[in-house]
DNA sequence: GCCAACGTTGGC
DNA sequence: GCCAACGTTGGC
């Protein structure tokens, strides 16, 4: 059986809570803390082999940085019951939790940055919400079209 | 630090 | 079901 195109997504991450040299050093990591239904609903569409961009975002400046690709999904979110973590979620049933998530790879980090200011130059907010005012979904589809816009934007990957 | 853009919560 | 109050995200 031939194998599908992949869907693309955006991921956006704080660097300061963990950024694309994190990613590139465990190789692989689970997308946990998401406490947002849209973005966890996005996260369940997942499929195994879809590309996401890795997004560095209340930094300076914002940006895509690296690439990642869907490697395991629908796994459940283990802060949630964790009464340490900052993303512990006191209504999540252990039979039934309310959080799960994507485990991503590392694929690449690209040479430069490609910032906030330089994607919406070339994207209005129904091409990508990424780029809508006051946009913050943490999660989101990226149309096959305009991640191929995005690659031509981002040259080459480490 | 400010604030726009929402999502969530809870009273009614 | 409405909506005011509140909290969070994240650009600037």
Redesign the pocket.
């Known amino acids: 059986m031939a194998s599908k195109e992949p869907n693309y997504w955006l991921m956006?991450s704080?660097p300061d809570a963990y950024s694309i040299s994190d990613l590139r050093n465990e190789a692989e990591t689970i997308w946990d803390g998401i406490?947002?239904?849209?973005a966890r609903n996005f996260m369940r569409s997942m499929k195994i082999g879809d590309k996401a961009f890795f997004?560095h975002?209340?930094?300076?400046?914002?940006g895509i940085v690296g690439l990642m690709e869907v490697i395991e999904t629908k796994i459940t979110d283990p802060t949630q019951f964790e009464k340490s973590s900052k993303y512990f979620d006191p209504?999540s049933l252990k039979d039934k939790p309310r959080w799960d998530c994507a485990k991503l790879k590392y694929l690449g980090q690209f040479k430069e940055k490609l910032t906030?200011?330089e994607i919406?130059k070339e994207f209005n907010s129904d091409e990508l919400v990424l780029v809508?005012?006051?946009?913050?979904?943490?999660i989101i589809p990226v149309e096959a079209n305009v991640a191929y816009r995005l690659f031509n934007l981002l040259g080459d990957a480490n």
């Open positions: 956006k704080e406490r947002n239904y849209q997004y975002s209340n930094c300076k400046p914002p209504k906030l200011e919406r809508r005012s006051g946009n913050r979904l943490s």
